[in-house]
């Protein structure tokens, strides 16, 4: 054979053979990545190319090379061929694709997968949810992907059965580099839990640490529980403050989110009692940061379902600021059953808002808004008609509505009387005292008169 000749036939068949392979007309296969396309770098990671029935042989390509980065023809004909990585590293990031041939026909290229390695290298990005991480059934939600490092892309990756991720550019805005990434519609019978990394342009495939998990709360319908403060609802800062979340369902775990905030924490729940089952959730110290409202939510151990949301509960912190307004009654701190009361609360400092609470009461504490007044801001809380249902012991606190959960530092303690209720506790004393008073007499009568009470016997 001539070398020209040779030189013909080399070129025809690897002509052929790139022709074939990308521009077959088999329906293209799938290539995924299990456990996922984001690896940390050591890890194992297997690649499956899915054909049809019948493919005799596969082929995956790294992009940019023209060569195979691995083939695989099955002892038998079947649908699809795996390939493994045994410990991922840097030279195994990268893009492919995989092909399959049936017979005589190369099948459509797939499409590509983007093996992505963690090296931990870089620091890690900040993953949150905007508004927030809370969201209600069918409803979208945007996660933001940030840091303050000049990443030019992020990647979003879903965890759980239903796997997958997304890729975006990052975007350049005061300071900070981010990709907004959105997610939905959810619903409560998938799990939502995310993280996300941050890679470089010139090593696209060589990314961050992983941001801290980002878990997605997708409240249900089944029983909402109770959350409960054992103290009262308003707390000193540096004081202790645990909140209970309880519920007669049998849930295994509890969740507590505060309204604003981020990653709801989560609680196992504790030994059941009386055939409730209830999770402790510590806020010790409390510091300015625990002031607002807060939600609760159970759920069991085999489902990614929540529970409906308890009822809100406010968490006030009390010394926020310094001074302290003044309490004060009229007509006066004794009244009479049916008179008409009212507790006035005053601050020299500007409050646009005040609150009244009254020592042990279960309810709220009562807001109202603040009215300039020669000179001081004051609120006039009226207490109607009052019985005696209305004593006991009150203090007023300061706030301002840009901070509505952060109050001055409590009034000196009023205590209300009722006058007839007072009369009423007086004459049981007085008739109380009698009554032991002539039982002491009689006693002392008994053990003076031993002679008496035998002569009286023997008679």
Known sequence: MTPTLTALLCLGLSVGLRTRVQAGTLPKPTLQAEPGPVIPAGSPVNITCQGTLGAEEYLVYKEGDTSPWKTQKPRHPGDKATFSITHMSDRDASVYHCYYLSRTDWSERSDPLELVVVTGSYSKPSLSALP?????????????CGSGVGYDRFILTKEGEDRFSWTLDSQHTTGQYQALFLVGPVTPSHGWTFRCYGCYSYRPQVCSQPSDTLELLVPGVSGKPSLLAPQDPIVASGQNLTLQCRSDVGYDRFALWKEGGQDPTQSLVLQPQAGLSQAHFPLDPVRTSHGGQYRCYGGHNLSSEWSAPSDPLDILVA???????SLSVQPGTTVTSGENVTLLCQSQTWKDTFLLSKEGAADPPLRL???????????????????????????????????PYLLSHPSDPLELLDSDYTVENLIRMGVAGLVLLVLGVLLFQARNSPGRIHDAART
Do not use: I
């Open 369 to 403: 808004t603040s009215k300039p007044q020669a000179q001081q801001y004051q609120a006039e809380f009226s207490m109607g008609a009052v019985t005696y249902t209305h004593t006991g012991t009150y203090r007023c606190y300061g706030s301002r509505s840009t901070s």
């Open 319 to 325: 010394g926020w600021f310094y001074d302290r307004p």
């Open 132 to 144: 927030s991480p809370v969201v209600t059934s069918g409803e979208n939600v945007t996660l933001q």
